[in-house]
């Protein structure tokens, strides 16, 4: 393996992800801290819980498009894709529950559909981007665009309700488990995510693909299939979002999940993610995601108008970015 990542030139990424993160780390300790000193009822078991469920949705998300950029790219579309895929399950669910079908084969049906949606987005993202060389930025908005309007479309507007009762109670709360089942499925999709970056072939193949196409190609690394996987990935796990969300909401709704193009790039960048491709670690996406989780907690308690704490989200991206690009700076004179 370590004479591939040398073929590949991802030698050196790959040394860097070594790192542990622990200033992201350190700094999300000391902000968690500063918030239980300003407000006490920040460490209450509810208010904690809370934070890692939102930190879970955002966390979701904010994996695959992590891998985009890892592979050079950029999605726009896992906002829509969010409401789309929360669009589709109702929809597909109200349809088997109309034709008389069991509540098991509707709530598997339902998601099944729902996840194949975001699939399928991705992988017309990621076609057209490999394939037909594309603008990443542009065919992601345009996309984005399509299927938000599709999913307003369908519903005018007006959420979806009558999804099955075992579905919300599952797929919603955890249906008895300790702890909400987004929060339970997050941690499993972070540590595949994590596995495959430190463990696997592919992973070399996708960093490759980032770092520099045209040597990865020439090496054998198939950089289409990498960049249509990576598409795809994100698509999925933006429909899983809109599963999650529509269970614990109780219905389909076409409003939801735009605020998480943005965070997801935010989170992505914070962690170190390279705008430029061929540099990210997951595990600082997971940290990245807490803290961004913590500091929108810490803005609702302390009473931040929600206005300005989009304000505040954009400046943190500016500085994550400008930290980026003075590192890859220092990188060249080095």
Known sequence: MKSLAHRLGVGAPLARLAASGAALGLILLALAGLLAWLEPGFLASRNLV?????????????????????????????????????????????????????EGSVITLGVLCALAGGALVGIANGVLIAWFRLSAFMVTLATGAMVSGLSYFVTTGIPIYGMPETFMAWFGQ????????????????????WLVQSRSRLALHLYATGGNERAAAVSGVNVRRCTVLAYAVSGVLAALVGVMLSARLGSGQA??????????????VIAGVSLRGGVGD????????????????????????????????????????????LSSHRRKLA
């Open 255 to 268: 409003n939801i999940g735009a605020e998480l193009t943005l965070q997801s790039i935010a989170a992505a």
């Open 282 to 325: 997951m595990r600082r996406v997971v940290l990245s995601v807490l803290f961004l989780a913590v500091l929108g907690n810490g803005m609702n308690l302390l009473h931040i108008d929600s206005k300005l704490q989009t304000v505040f989200l954009g400046l943190v991206l500016m500085a994550a970015v400008a930290a980026e690009e």
């Open 50 to 102: 809370n934070v890692v469920r939102a930190a879970s949705i955002l966390g979701l998300v904010a994996i695959g498009q992590a891998l985009v950029l890892i592979v050079g790219g950029f999605d726009l579309t896992v906002g829509a894709v969010v409401a789309g895929a929360s669009v589709l399950l109702a929809k597909v669910m109200l349809a088997l529950t109309a034709a008389g079908h069991g």
């Open 174 to 193: 955890g249906g008895g488990l300790p702890l909400p089942a987004v929060i339970l499925v997050w941690v499993l999709v972070a540590g595949g995510a």
